[in-house]
């Protein structure tokens, strides 16, 4: 815009040189001042005088010649008077330059105009009402001020222009600032780990997976090690919108041991003793059939719906390892985070808000690989809500039972609630969990807090709490256990690469001396 505006100033600088030129030759003519008509040299024939290659009379000659003489004289005067005017740079000067030259030049041919005689009647009847032409300098003038208003807009519109400029400039340097400063929500969770989706000829595979490296470091005894954790390949493969098939792989499992006990005059007694089939690489491996986003059926080997912490990814866990009653499974802690083979329904209603899942299965995890031994069929279930009203916020419950007959004299269930809320930065979850194995009684509850220090930097912190048995706290497997837990999480490359550290202080009531262990965890997921 503004090489254009300097293009047309040079141009009307051009103009006002050319008009001030002209003005000065239009006064130096010997016709005068356009729009006047200068007096005739000699008076027009008549049709009775005779031709014009006669000589005329001495007496008309010397008349016309004394009348011409006065003409002559007088358009010197005119034309000293003319350029005495000064060039001005704009249209305004140039306007008021040229109208006193113009007014001279008009006035001047009626001081000097030639006597009555010198002329015919019929030549004096022009001379009465002359025709005068068009001004080319009033034309230029009027030219040059349409001009100086078109600039006059333009610059105006410039001006308004680069306001609108500087303003987007001044908010866009705001946002900039804003999201440079902005630290992302630590209550969000990362987004899933990217897929790697292959066409197979109509059906489309996908592929993921999840590695985790362990470093663990402990007192009392217990030897550092490195482990591997977890080393999980996930297929998946969508046969149309409405049918897909899941399987996931461990190659870090291992084998264990599977005892069965039953209660002997109220004591836990080991009847039976097995290689523990939940060790197999299987881990999930189910059909889904989708009717809706609110109604879809799972059918096959698959995580059972019980706990928040349960059912999450391992891949997205805030801590290295899940809350005690997730993870103790030497002492009973299987409340969360076990499969088994069954059929679920599951799906969300009420816009999203509404989340719900539940079904039949062999048994509590363990008779995962495996067929089921006594022919019962627990059920579970797990409802979540997520209020659109509150942002973040989000509460459920778990439930699971089966009741006791003839084969099977014990009666196990499982039943807890669990909240978690995220505002800004921070990041704030617990859980609740009891349940029966027969006569024992079992307890487990944890509460957990986030905060974000950096873009890719969370602290943790988490109090745990688990009671194999809260009837009695006498030895080393009754014993409630509690853990007081410190953190942090770097997020390398978001979710698909993050390195975890945690520090523990293990307490034992009085039965057992307390322990400090170190665990890192470095995990990548795609």
Same mark, same amino acid.
């Given at each position: 815009m503004s090489r254009w505006i300097v293009r047309w100033g040079l141009a009307l600088t051009g103009a006002v040189l050319m008009t001030q030129t002209a003005v000065a030759q /239009?006064?130096?003519? &010997?016709?005068?001042? +356009?729009? /006047?008509?200068?007096? &005739?040299?000699?008076? +027009?024939?008549?049709?009775a005088d005779k031709p014009k290659t006669e000589a005329p009379a001495p007496k008309k000659r010397a008349k016309t010649k004394r009348a011409a003489k006065p003409v002559e004289a007088a358009k010197p005067a005119a034309v000293v008077a003319a350029p005495a005017p000064v060039p001005a740079p704009v249209p305004e000067a140039v306007t008021a330059a040229i109208a006193p030259v113009a007014r001279p030049a008009v006035e001047a041919p009626k001081l000097t105009a030639p006597p009555a005689e010198a002329a015919p009647a019929s030549a004096e009847a022009p001379a009465a009402k002359p025709v005068v032409p068009n001004d080319p300098s009033a034309e230029i003038v009027a030219a040059m001020q349409q001009q100086s208003q078109l600039l006059s807009?333009?610059?105006?519109?410039?001006?308004?222009?680069?306001?609108?400029?500087?303003?987007?400039?001044?908010?866009?340097?705001?946002?900039?600032?804003?999201?440079?400063?902005?630290v992302p929500a630590a209550a969000a969770p990362p987004p899933p780990p990217p897929v790697i989706t292959v066409d197979t000829g109509g059906a489309k595979l996908r592929l993921a997976g999840l590695v985790q490296g362990w470093y663990t470091a402990s007192d009392a005894g217990v030897a550092d090690t490195f482990r591997l954790r977890r080393g999980e390949v996930k297929l998946g493969g969508e046969v149309n919108r409405r049918v897909r098939w899941d399987l996931v792989l461990d190659a870090a499992k291992a084998l264990s041991v599977s005892n069965s006990y039953v209660t002997v005059n109220g004591q836990r007694v080991m009847s039976d003793t097995s290689v523990g089939q939940s060790g197999r690489m299987l881990q999930d491996a189910f059909v889904t059939l989708t009717r809706s986003s609110s109604f879809a059926i799972a059918l096959g080997q698959q995580k059972l719906p019980l706990a928040m912490e349960g059912v999450q990814s391992s891949s997205r866990l805030e801590t290295v390892e899940r809350a005690l009653f997730m993870s103790d499974k030497t002492r009973g802690g299987t409340y969360g985070d076990i499969r088994d083979f069954g059929v679920m329904a599951k799906g969300k209603v009420a816009k999203g808000q509404i989340e719900y899942s539940g079904g039949i299965f062999n048994g509590f995890g363990e008779t995962q690989n495996d067929v089921d031994r006594d022919g019962q069929k627990p059920f579970m279930g797990r409802l979540v809500a997520r209020p659109s009203a509150v942002k973040g916020l989000s509460f459920g419950s778990s439930y699971g039972r089966t009741t006791a007959h003839a084969g099977l004299p014990t009666r196990r269930d499982r039943a807890g609630v669990d909240a978690a809320f995220a505002r800004g930065r921070f990041l704030v979850a617990s859980e609740l969990m009891t349940g029966h194995d027969g006569v024992l009684a079992r307890q487990g509850y944890y509460a957990h807090t986030t905060y974000r220090v950096f873009r890719d930097i969370d602290a943790v912190f988490r109090a745990d709490t688990f009671d194999p048995d809260t009837t009695v706290d006498t030895t080393a497997a009754n014993v409630a256990e509690r853990d007081w837990l410190g953190g942090m999480n770097w997020r390398i490359a978001g979710p698909s690469a993050v390195l975890q550290v945690n520090y523990?202080?293990?307490?034992?009531?009085?039965?057992?001396?307390?322990?400090?262990?170190?665990?890192?965890?470095?995990?990548t997921a795609w």
């Open positions: /239009v006064a130096m003519t &010997p016709q005068g001042w +356009p729009g /006047v008509e200068p007096p &005739p040299a000699a008076a +027009p024939a008549r049709p807009r333009l610059a105006s519109e410039l001006d308004a222009s680069r306001a609108t400029v500087a303003e987007q400039g001044r908010m866009i340097a705001a946002l900039e600032k804003k999201a440079a400063t902005a523990l202080r293990k307490t034992f009531l009085d039965v057992q001396p307390a322990r400090h262990v170190v665990m890192a965890n470095v995990q």
